[in-house]
């Protein structure tokens, strides 16, 4: 049985950068990290993420969109259950709701589901502020 790849790690700022200021220390995923990351995702026929998500957030499907680097649909499957995705990607404890639930984190290796949402909710804000 081949191997599944290993969850994608999220950039972080380099220590000495960050101690001078109150930036954000992750820097999120990039567009390739983020298909990389939703290519792991088995699409479940039963997706018992979505059982861990209080909201209600039609995960399989978002990231079924992300894996085929439909931002916009992706964004837009969360948006109908959260409309604060780039907030909650970041406060929400996944690793305890979704994460956990995932048929991947039997081995430990969950997807990234807030960090997906996380991107998806970051791409949403660009592309609201190259709008104006």
Same mark, same amino acid.
């Given at each position: 049985?081949?191997? =599944? !790849? !290993? +969850? ?8 000495? *950068? +960050?101690?001078?200021?109150? &930036? %954000? /220390?992750? =820097? #999120?995923?990039? =567009? %390739?990290?983020? @298909?990389?990351? &939703?290519? =792991?995702?088995?699409?479940? !026929?039963?997706?018992? $993420?979505?059982? #861990?998500?209080? /909201?209600? @957030?039609?995960?399989?499907?978002? @990231? !079924?969109?992300?894996? *085929? #680097? ?5 964004? %837009?499957? @969360? %948006? ?6 780039? /907030?909650?990607? +970041?406060? $929400? ?7 956990? +639930?995932? /048929?991947?984190a039997k081995t430990g290796k969950p997807i990234a589901i807030g960090r997906l949402e996380r991107f998806l909710g970051d791409y949403g804000g660009k592309k609201k502020q190259e709008q104006k």
């Open positions: 049985m081949a191997q =599944r !790849k !290993k +969850r994608t790690p999220m950039p972080t700022r380099d220590p000495a *950068e +960050r101690s001078k200021d109150f &930036a %954000e /220390v992750a =820097r #999120g995923y990039t =567009r %390739e990290m983020a @298909i990389e990351e &939703a290519n =792991r995702c088995l699409q479940c !026929k039963t997706p018992t $993420c979505e059982q #861990g998500c209080p /909201v209600g @957030i039609n995960i399989k499907g978002f @990231i !079924k969109h992300l894996h *085929e #680097g439909n931002f916009d649909k992706a964004l %837009e499957t @969360i %948006e109908k259950s959260n409309t604060l995705p780039a /907030v909650c990607g +970041r406060v $929400c404890p996944q690793e305890k709701q979704c994460e956990s +639930r995932c /048929v991947l």
